[in-house]
């Protein structure tokens, strides 16, 4: 077989044959490429897909790693291959270049490393929207959107009448006529005449005609023949306003363009051009080398054309004032560049440049010069010739050593940038700088930092270094941001009195600077996240700040206020305080307020029982955040003209105060997490006119129709903060791959809702798929984000998500863990374990401020990060799913992390971006870890990141985790079914273990507390059965499906059962049946003092053979256990002092059974919230059939079973050797069953307590 495309051209609805997929298989080498012609590209975006799977215009051609595309060319008689990537830029291939090798390498580095599977990938005919070949160029039809005017006329070509009229399709597009054939109107072929400088006439010898005619030497004339008036008049008006136009601007970026258009040059007043992101070549008709013919260009972009080289004729444009060449892969500069001497700004960004010419300082009118993101390993030399500039802008290159010695030559210099360098150290400069203003070196290595000889610098940026000291000159200090170092010391001297703005948050300050406490004109001081004990009264007292943000400190006390301040904005949250001073909000001595102009009141995460009363006068203030405290008193805040916000979630309120008249303003009040507070109507009704009021609200029952692990559940919460719209999704599948595992996910789109709806959906299927391919959990991870990330398709080209993905499954590796949890994400979305109380973090955040080791790739790629250091301005993240035209920036690649679960394990924590912003790791396990409800458990969070003010989306997902033996999930429920030959043991009698309270929204509920009415445990259980359908047929239920089992019980081979015990769970203070009977009479050997009574029964499978022999009850026997009834299974229990005490027996039902698979279970019944079904019919209140039950000798009735799946019903400890004895008699006095006896049933007699 050849390998190349001659022979073996396939279309898209051609299935690869076994000839073609035994050659591929020989060799991983071997693969193919689609090849598409040129009108798929010129559909729209609705209609790519159908264009795409047209037979006609995509071939599959069979080729190797080593076939050039002068081969494939020739195979299929093209003259040469395009390549377009992300649906964005189209590219002409060399004819050395090798397809099949770019796809290949394409893959590698997106994250595909097994050779077999990358082979497979690149057979996926969906890489077509990241990576596409093409025999023809397709034709960019962006410019069909500055399309002023178009129709089919008849037209003819020249100023004679030697051509004939034929029918056209005329387009007048921006300042070009069109003039194309109907047919191949769309395939590129077409006539572009443009009308700037040209005319446009009346022909007289025809009606309705008019003649253009382009400018030049060489001018083109068509002749355009119109039907009616109407269509004439306004072609001649609106071409007559585009021949009268002067271009000064052509923007022509992003049109993958190898050269310029030819009437082009006949412009001669083309000032400005843009040809941004194209693939500009230097020797073609309108190849960069003919550029000189623009004689007027003052402004010229060739920014990313990947040139290689620098295209020297360009230094003849004398007339050029601005120049951009920007991620071209330079390694050098021409001395032919000083030529250019009016160039006034140029921009040599994202190269490879580690110096440059001298001739460059004949550029004396340079006054901007762009070199970040190179390799210079020090400051030019050449700054010091050019005097005109005042910036130094080197960030992102390979600098160790701030030289201050070399910046005292540059006099002129005034701004510093060396940002995301590799500076360590620094060489000291004795003499002094007059001269540098500001100085950004944030993102560096720097340990210590003395710039005390800047004696004029205004403004410092330090942030994510490493510095321990900072030492600093305060003569002209205005702004110092010092964010998330180790500072232990931070000295400025003298005192800056010019200073404005001081942050130093997140480091190691124990204390606030005496120089800041005496800084005048001081404004807004944050030292948040630091080791402070106490607030200086310095501070406090300072009549300049206007925001003070001592949040996350050690703070116990605050200084009592003497004088009015005008602080606005004060956050003291999180620290130790217990009172607040009494006199904080009362009046000073001049009879002002003291916080008069205080606007905004952070008060979280405290140990505050009350806020004092004097709040009142704080007449301007807003907002009040002050949850997660002891506060008891609802404070005096309701009668504050301007409140607009108050937060007093996770208090110990209990009323709330209310004036006559709530002010106008208020928008927000939250009270969730007050469990004594209780609301009247009344209250309610005078909060209705809050746009957002929360509180809690009572759970319903669950009447989920889905089967719950018992080993895992989950809450999700979500909340759009103040954006419009919710770019939050998340994944949920409790039970995934049959029930033996589960999977969770969110998705965060930032700015986009589209791509966490498409993952969402998707993503679940395609890790079931890879699963089931590989049993490593890094290459089924892996792979399910990178067909995920293929299966983005368009929406992926421009669009990106953050996406994280937790699987949980049996673990066949660890025999001491029954389950394994496997972690892998991308982007800002984390996962949280809390194992034994404490944070364990699962997740990595691909950012550039987090990740150094993905900062320094990004850089090595070329990439522009800018100044809120996010890739090419878009993104801060450097792995996404989807943003695909970020590449190689940005890839889908995934960190992945698997952790065996323990039995320490509690719950898993899922958030987004906004949510970890927010709180830490041991905040968010502190908060959730005593929270029952999962749900209300992810609700507690988000509101905590909103409390912390985060105004973005914001989502948290909690899942329970209870990995432990008591977590089974097997269909049984731990019993095990009676054997043919009756009962082979005796039951087991045990102590009465603890019990446990699981999670609610687990599928168990809680256990019934003693107090609890018996309404209260009907609406618990959310449903009851009467005894009128009170057992279901053994026979029917057995036959119908095999017994479902867990992951630590798996089902056992033919002829092997598992005996595990099955345990039931009473509690009440009224009656044993449930009812407060006023003739009920104690059962001997039942305890009737409201104490638990637990029964433990070990018995034995049966097969559905036997069934017949084994008796049945009566009809109106006691109802049993809902779970049994809907599993097909009821046992009679027999009265304790008869002959078969203690023993389950099987019962049968004469009535046509639906419930025998759980789909038809749940199509007749009603699923409970611990996974039993009852009929919709016999869904009845306890209390309605206690009222009709007939009344018994001992007082006791068959009343509806009200079991739970994890109550247990034991025999007292009194009482377990006479059980003992009476068990094992009848298991030595039970007869053989006779076969004759297959028609006979057995009355059972009733137990009075229903099971």
């Not at 090798?101 to 599977?117: K, M």
Request: charged share 20%; glycine share 6%.
């Amino acid at each position: 077989m050849k390998r190349n495309g001659s022979r073996h051209c396939l279309n898209r609805r051609s299935r690869f044959g076994s000839r073609e997929r035994d050659w591929l298989r020989e060799d991983v080498k071997r693969g193919c490429v689609y090849l598409y012609g040129a009108d798929t590209a010129t559909a729209t975006a609705a209609s790519v897909s159908a264009a795409a799977s047209s037979s006609s215009d995509l071939h599959l051609v069979l080729c190797t790693v080593d076939t050039p595309a002068s081969e494939i060319c020739a195979g299929e008689g093209r003259e040469r291959l395009y390549l377009q990537l992300h649906g964005d830029l189209v590219r002409r291939l060399e004819p050395t270049e090798r397809p099949l090798q770019i796809v290949y390498d394409y893959l590698s580095r997106l994250g595909f490393d097994d050779p077999v599977r990358i082979q497979e990938e690149a057979a996926n005919p969906d890489l077509g929207c990241m990576l596409r070949f093409y025999g023809e160029k397709p034709c960019q039809m962006d410019h069909l959107d500055r399309i002023l005017l178009s129709g089919i006329y008849n037209v003819r070509k020249g100023k004679t009448q030697l051509h004939k009229w034929a029918e056209r399709l005329v387009v007048l597009c921006g300042t070009c006529l069109i003039v194309s054939s109907v047919k191949d109107c769309q395939t590129g072929k077409m006539h572009i005449l443009p009308l700037v400088g040209g005319k446009v006439e009346e022909v007289k010898r025809r009606q309705y005609c008019l003649a253009f005619s382009s400018a030049g030497a060489q001018a083109q004339t068509y002749h355009v023949s119109f039907e009616t008036l109407a269509e004439y008049q306004r072609w001649q008006r609106q071409s007559s306003k585009v021949v009268s136009q002067r271009i000064s601007t052509v923007d022509l970026s992003c049109h993958s363009l190898e050269e310029v258009p030819e009437h082009l040059f006949y412009s001669q007043d083309i000032t400005y051009l843009n040809l941004r992101h194209n693939f500009m070549q230097l020797e073609r008709p309108g190849g960069l080398d003919t550029f000189y013919k623009f004689s007027q260009l003052k402004g010229l972009n060739l920014s990313h054309n990947k040139l290689g080289s620098f295209p020297v004729l360009l230094c003849e444009i004398s007339t050029l004032t601005e120049l951009n060449l920007s991620c071209n892969g330079f390694h050098d500069l021409p001395s032919q560049i000083g030529n250019l001497l009016n160039l006034q700004t140029l921009c040599l960004d994202g190269n490879f440049l580690t110096t440059l010419p001298e001739e460059l300082g004949n550029l004396q009118q340079l006054s901007s010069l762009g070199i970040s993101f190179n390799n210079f390993s020090q400051i030019p030399k050449v700054y010091e010739k050019l005097t005109m500039l005042d910036k130094v802008v080197m960030a992102g290159n390979q600098l160790e050593v701030l030289n201050l010695e070399v910046l005292n030559c540059m006099s002129h210099v005034k701004h510093v940038d060396l940002r995301m360098n590799h500076l360590k150290t620094m060489v000291e400069n004795l003499e002094g700088n007059k001269y540098i203003t500001h100085m950004d070196l944030r993102d560096n290595q720097l340990t210590d930092l003395d710039l005390s000889s800047l004696c004029n610098l205004e403004q410092l940026h330090c942030e994510r270094n490493q510095l321990r000291e900072l030492t600093l000159s305060g003569f002209s200090l205005r702004t110092l941001f010092a964010n998330s170092n180790r500072l232990a010391a931070v000295n400025v001297y003298p005192v800056p009195s010019l200073l404005t703005s001081l942050e130093l948050s997140r480091n190691l300050l124990e204390c606030v600077p005496d120089w800041a406490c005496e800084a005048k004109k001081i404004e807004i001081l944050d030292v948040s996240y630091n080791l402070l004990t106490e607030i200086p009264m310095r501070i406090l007292s300072s009549l300049s700040l206007r925001k003070l943000m001592v949040g996350h400190n050690h703070v116990q006390n605050l200084p009592a206020l003497v004088e009015h301040i005008p602080l606005e904005v004060l956050d003291i949250q999180h620290n130790l305080l217990t009172r607040l001073p009494d006199t904080l909000f009362s009046k000073a001595l001049n009879k002002l307020n003291k916080l008069e102009q205080l606007e905004e009141l952070n008060l979280s995460g405290n140990r505050l029982k009350t806020i004092p009363t004097t709040i009142a006068n704080c007449k301007r203030l807003h907002t009040l955040v002050a949850h997660s405290n002891h506060i008891s008193i609802f404070p005096e805040i309701l009668q504050l003209p301007q409140i607009q916000f108050v937060d007093l979630s996770c208090n110990d309120l209990t009323e709330i105060l209310i004036p006559e008249a709530l002010p106008a303003t208020l928008q927000d009040l939250d009270l969730t997490g007050n469990t004594n507070l209780v609301l009247e109507h009344k209250t309610l009704d005078t909060f209705s006119h809050i746009t957002t009021l929360k509180i809690d609200q009572k759970p319903l029952p669950t009447t989920d129709s889905t089967v719950t692990s018992t080993f895992w559940s989950h809450g999700l919460a979500e909340m759009a903060g103040q954006r419009n719209k919710l770019c939050i999704s998340a994944l949920a599948v409790d039970n995934f791959a049959e029930g033996v595992g589960a999977v969770y996910g969110m998705f965060d789109g930032d700015r986009n809702e589209e791509l966490p709806r498409l993952l969402q959906c998707t993503m679940a299927d395609v890790l079931l798929e890879e699963v089931q391919q590989s049993t490593n959990d890094t290459v089924f991870m892996a792979h399910t984000f990178l067909v995920s990330h293929r299966k983005l398709g368009m929406a992926g080209q421009k669009l990106g998500s953050s996406a994280l993905l937790c699987y949980i499954r049996p673990d066949t590796a660890d025999t001491t863990s029954s389950f394994s949890l496997t972690v892998a994400n991308v982007g800002t979305c984390q996962a949280v374990l809390c194992r034994s109380g404490k944070p364990l973090p699962l997740s990595k955040v691909f950012s550039l401020e987090q990740d150094p080791e993905e900062a320094q790739r990004v850089k090595d790629q070329k990439a522009i990060i800018t100044e809120d250091n996010k890739v090419n301005g878009v993104t801060c993240c450097t792995r996404l799913l989807g943003c695909t035209y970020l590449y190689p920036w940005i890839l889908p690649k995934p960190h992945i992390s698997s952790t065996p679960l323990t039995i320490q394990d509690e719950l898993l924590i899922l958030g987004n971006k906004a949510l970890w912003e927010h709180l830490s790791y041991t905040e968010a396990v502190n908060a959730v870890c005593h929270v029952q409800d999962p749900l209300a458990a992810a609700k507690k969070l988000c509101t905590l990141a909103q409390s912390y003010g985060c105004q973005d989306n914001v989502g948290a997902m909690v899942v329970y985790l209870n990995v432990g033996e008591e977590g089974c999930t097997c269909e049984m429920n731990g019993l095990t079914l009676p054997g043919p030959v009756g009962f082979a043991s005796t039951a087991v009698i045990k102590d009465p273990p603890k019990p446990t309270t699981p999670s609610s929204s687990s599928g168990i509920a809680s256990e019934f507390s003693s107090e609890m009415s018996t309404s209260e445990v009907s609406s618990e259980v959310g449903s009851t059965a009467s005894d009128e359908h009170n057992t279901v047929g053994l026979d029917a239920g057995l036959l119908s499906r095999p017994e479902r089992r867990c992951s630590l019980h798996p089902t056992p081979t033919s002829g092997v059962f598992q005996r595990q015990p099955s345990c039931a769970t009473f509690s009440s203070n009224q009656s044993d049946n449930g009812l407060d009977s006023d003739d009920d009479q104690p059962v001997e050997g039942v305890m009737t003092n409201g104490s638990k009574v637990e029964v433990e029964v070990d018995i034995h499978c049966c097969r559905g053979r036997q069934l017949e022999h084994s008796p049945t009850l009566r009809e109106n026997s006691p109802t049993l256990c809902l779970e049994e009834r809907a599993r097909g299974l009821v046992f009679g229990i027999r009265r304790q002092n008869s002959v078969n005490s203690g023993i389950l027996l099987p019962v049968s039902k004469d009535k046509t059974e639906l419930q025998k698979s759980p789909s038809t279970s749940c199509l007749y019944g009603k699923k409970l919230s611990n996974g039993s079904i009852v009929p919709l019919e016999d869904s009845l209140n306890l209390i309605e059939v206690a009222t009709e039950a007939p009344r018994k000798k001992t007082g006791y009735f068959a009343a509806p079973a009200q079991l739970e799946p994890e109550d247990q019903f034991v025999v007292p400890r009194d009482l377990e050797e006479e059980v003992k004895e009476q068990m094992k008699h009848h298991q030595e006095s039970r007869p053989e069953p006779d076969s004759s006896e297959e028609g006979r049933t057995e009355l059972a007699e009733e137990f009075d307590t229903a099971l």
